[in-house]
């Protein structure tokens, strides 16, 4: 009988090993292939800029007054709304894509999704680039979000690898905002520039978290959260001075430390949202709040 169980215990330990390797293998190549992805559009759109750039360069050798027409057509395309030359290969790829976030010094370099449409507002939670299943999903703007907003919220996960979102949690050190204090973030239709104002942290209530998924993990508490509490994810577009004024109030108050750059209403923002990575609260969010300085 003990030789028996002995044998069964073997084959069920050696299954579960198996079993787990396979998950953690199939893990693995999940990741590198999404690392892959992302590579090859980074690459395809470091050419697009550098042809855009070198085009420019050659017109502006013409003549000057070609090149004072050529600035007055591109004020005309932001005014009109078309696309950036160096956004039209990826856009016509997939409609979906809005614009690329980048740091100029450490690893966030990504194409941006927006999907207002109902029924898509969080598409790209567990979906890459080509619509298909990814873990690390998709850096995405809110749906709430408008053009004529003076505010982007822009969701991505916080993965351990530091890819999305991940290098985001470095900013809870003041040391690491000195020393990274800007982030490009364009639109298909312009370019951006943005100073770091706030490192804050905030909450969201359980039936509204972005992840459906993580609703039933009982791993991790939640903190209590209810409407009278300040939701900053119900605060998108701003589209008053109070309610704008509030929304920096509250940013500049919630701050990890005291930063002297500020904004006022009329100021673009953009607030990155990801995960704090700290299993106290589940429903805790880490937000970077940025305002457009050109």
């Known amino acids: 009988m003990n030789s028996k169980f002995r044998k069964l215990m073997y084959v069920l330990l050696s299954a579960v090993i198996l079993i787990t390797a396979f998950f953690i293998a199939r893990e693995k190549q999940q990741s590198y292939e999404e690392k892959k992805l992302l590579e090859v559009l980074q690459e395809e759109q470091r050419k697009e800029e550098e042809n855009i750039k070198e085009k420019i360069q050659n017109n502006e050798k013409e ?43 450490f690893g966030m370099d990504f194409p941006v999704m927006y999907t207002p449409q109902e029924g898509r507002e969080n598409f790209y939670v567990y979906q890459n680039f080509e619509k298909e299943y990814s873990k690390s999903g998709s850096i995405y703007i809110d749906y709430r979000c408008r053009q004529e907003g003076n505010n982007y919220l822009i969701y991505g996960h916080n993965m351990s690898d530091l890819s999305m979102f991940g290098y985001l949690s470095y900013y809870k050190e003041e040391t690491f905002y000195k020393n990274h204090k800007y982030i490009k973030f364009d639109t298909i239709y312009e370019e951006g520039q943005y100073e770091i104002i706030a490192v804050s942290k905030a909450f969201i209530k359980k039936e509204d978290l972005e992840d459906p998924s993580t609703r039933t993990n009982s791993k991790v508490p939640y903190k209590e959260v209810s409407d009278e509490d300040y939701l900053f994810y119900n605060h998108v577009i701003l589209s008053n001075e109070q309610e ?16 002297e750059a500020n904004a006022q209403y009329g100021d ?18 880490l937000l970077i709040v940025a305002k457009k300085i050109k």
């Open 63 to 105: 003549n000057d007054q070609k090149g004072k027409e050529e600035q007055k057509n591109k004020e005309e395309n932001v005014e009109q709304k078309q696309i950036l030359p160096q956004y039209k290969s990826l856009y016509e790829r997939n409609e979906d894509f809005y614009g690329w976030i980048k740091t100029e010094d």
């Open 244 to 259: 704008f004024n509030n929304y920096i109030k509250y940013m500049k108050e919630h701050s990890y430390y005291e930063i």
């Open 268 to 285: 673009k923002l953009i607030t990155l949202c990801t995960c704090t990575n700290i299993k106290q609260w589940q429903n805790e969010r």
